[in-house]
Each structure stands twice: as C-alpha cells, then as structure tokens.
C-alpha cells in the first residue's frame, strides 16, 4: 500500500523566512508526487509535481519541491515567505489513477 | 471555462434526510472523485468514476452512493444522512494520461447534519 506522511500539522513562519514542509512515502514501485495548496474556503490547487526526469521540481508562487528516493521524502520549500503563503498544504501519491493524500500542514505567516 | 463547479455550496440536513450533490467538469475529463475532508485526516475518497457509465468504491463509501450517466457530471447521493456524515465534499477530475495527470478540484460543498 502507498500512503504520505506529513510531519508537523502545523507550520509558523516569519515573513521573509524559509518555508520548509516535509513530506514521507512509502511506495513499492517509482512514485508520482504532488504538492497542493488549499487557501481559506477554496478547493485544492495544484502547486507541483514529480513524474521522472529531475527531482527537483518548481511549481508556482515561488515553491519548489525535491524528490530523494533514498530517504522516500519529497519536502516542499520555498526561500521567502510571504503573508499570502498562508494556507494548508497537501502532500499526495499517486496510487494508480487515485491520490492518496497526507494529513495537511497548515502554514502562519506572521508578520 | 468554468473547471470543476460544486451544487450547492453549503448545505444544512437533519438525520435521516437525503440529498444529491452535484458535480459537473467542463474539461472532458474521463475520471472523477468524490472526497470528504475532515480536520486532521487530510482528504478521503469516498468513490471514483473511470469513465460514464462506471463507479468504483474508494476507501470510505459506507453511507453514500454516486452516479455517473453522463460524462460532465459526476453526483453524490446520501440516502439517510448522519452526524457523522458532516464535513466538506470536494470533487476531483483528470484526464486519462500514461503520466501522472493532476487532479483538479471544485471549490467544496460544507454539509452539516445535525
């Protein structure tokens, strides 16, 4: 079975400050990773992917994302943040054509 | 285009009542979901649709059933709801790809049974 964990069901940051949420699989074959945000009273968006090819991986407003095998991790970052990075953040595998998805990790900014 | 559009947006039920939610995607897109979201357990599928015509339980569906008779449109069905049956449905479709096709999502419906 392929499940995600997500360490820290919470995140406070300082604007400006680096953003790092991590991200763990388990997956018996190559996975298929996905970051998505959910802003206050919205649905999910998409903020990135990984397939194959290079394992780092950029998405929007500034957040990347990199796969290391190794460690079965694919933590999402991003160097400065900002008020409007405020959100709760979902990490997800792909098990055929379904995701399974993490608990969430819901982001402060402070200012 | 209008993406992935949810009816309603939020609903009140008592227990024991029914209700349909409808799910409708303009993007000709071959899968659709549906998923409830609970604080603290991320989002759960409830059933999944690979084409029209066709349904499949996902890893929560007790108390709920679906339909898919047209491709577009994807319907949530709770014959008798309960307490615990509150939360937020989101809808989900994709494309049909070898790669990895994201989900995307409608803006949620938030139902309360009281």
């Known amino acids: 079975a392929q499940s995600v964990t997500q360490l820290g069901s919470h995140v406070s940051v300082s604007e400006g400050a680096l953003v790092l949420l991590r991200c763990n699989y388990s997956s018996s074959v190559p996975p298929y990773l996905f970051w998505y945000v959910q802003y206050p009273n919205q649905g999910l968006q998409l903020l990135l992917k990984?397939?194959?090819?290079?394992?780092l991986v950029k998405g929007i407003n500034g957040f990347e994302a990199e796969f290391k095998k190794s460690e079965t991790s694919f933590h999402l970052t991003k160097p400065s943040a900002h008020m409007s990075d405020a959100a709760e953040y979902f990490c997800a595998v792909r098990v055929d054509y379904k995701l399974s998805f993490g608990a969430g990790t819901t982001v402060t900014v402070r200012a | 285009n209008a993406g992935v559009t949810q009816t309603p947006k939020f609903r009140v039920l008592k227990t024991g009542q029914s209700m349909t939610l409808l799910c409708a995607q303009d993007?000709?897109?071959?899968?659709m979901y549906w998923y409830r979201q609970d604080p603290g357990m991320g989002l759960r599928l409830i059933h999944y649709s690979v084409g029209e015509g066709t349904t499949a339980k996902g890893e929560v569906p007790d108390g709920y059933n679906v339909s898919r008779l047209k491709k577009q449109n994807f319907l949530l069905g709770l014959e008798s709801a309960a307490p615990s049956q509150t939360s937020v449905y989101f809808c989900a479709s994709s494309y049909v790809t070898s790669g990895a096709s994201e989900q995307y999502f409608g803006p949620g419906t938030r139902l309360t049974v009281t």
């Open positions: 990984y397939t194959t090819g290079a394992t």
């Open positions: 993007m000709n897109h071959e899968y």
